[in-house]
Structures are given as C-alpha cells and as structure tokens.
C-alpha cells in the first residue's frame, strides 16, 4: 500500500506519508501472529492448551472430560492444536498422550491469565 499519493483525511498532518510508509512492512508482519490469535480465541482450545500446562501427558478422553466434548470433538481440537505446532502426541501402545510443545504459548497463556487478573469483571 503506498501512502504517498493518499489524500489526507486529517485536519493536522499527524503523520507523514513516508512514516506511514515506513509502518506498512511492519504492521503486516503481523500476519504471522493471526493463526495464534484464531487458536486461542475459542475458548476450548484454550482449556485444552491450559490443561496441558497444568497436566502433560493427558489422552483425549481425559481432555474430552476435562471440555464437555465428545472423543471425537475433543480430537478435532487436538488435530488443529497439532497442525498449528502447539500440541505433539506420543504413543504408548493403543494410547495417545497430548502435551504441549510451543512453550510460547505457556508464556502467553500465563501473561494473559495474569493480565485478567487486573481487568474488571464483567
């Protein structure tokens, strides 16, 4: 997005042509981050990561109790935990144990947990 030949909409010049141009490479590195956000936006997927945190080594009828889902529910949330890189499996025998594996996530669950501890309730 070029900025130079934009119309100010501003009644200042706030910013700068060139230091919004500056920004644009920036900002949409964010794009990266997005996925994440999606993951943790549904509150089930954030039950299961913060399980894990508290409990490694979970299978998904632990986990499906642990939500209210159904096995089959529980392991479609653990599908796309894997495919994004935040949960791993391991198999012992015919079971399957869930453990976290971005601990990046565990930094920002912990961050966000302790952030809700100073907003107000609603």
Request: aromatic share 6%.
């Amino acid at each position: 997005m070029n900025f130079l030949g934009h119309h100010h909409f501003c009644h200042t010049d706030c910013q700068t042509p060139q230091r919004l141009n500056e920004l644009v490479h920036s900002v949409e590195q964010i794009k990266r981050v997005t996925p994440l956000f999606n993951a943790l936006a549904d509150k089930t997927r954030v039950k299961i990561i913060y399980a894990l945190l508290l409990k490694p080594d979970l299978c998904v009828y632990e986990i499906a109790q642990l939500t209210d889902l159904t096995i089959s529910a529980a392991s479609h949330h653990l599908r796309l935990l894997k495919s994004m890189g935040l949960a791993r499996s391991s198999k012992e025998g015919k079971l399957v144990r869930y453990n976290l594996y971005d601990k990046h996530v565990k930094i920002i669950l912990e961050k966000a947990l302790d952030h809700s501890n100073h907003l107000p309730t609603f």
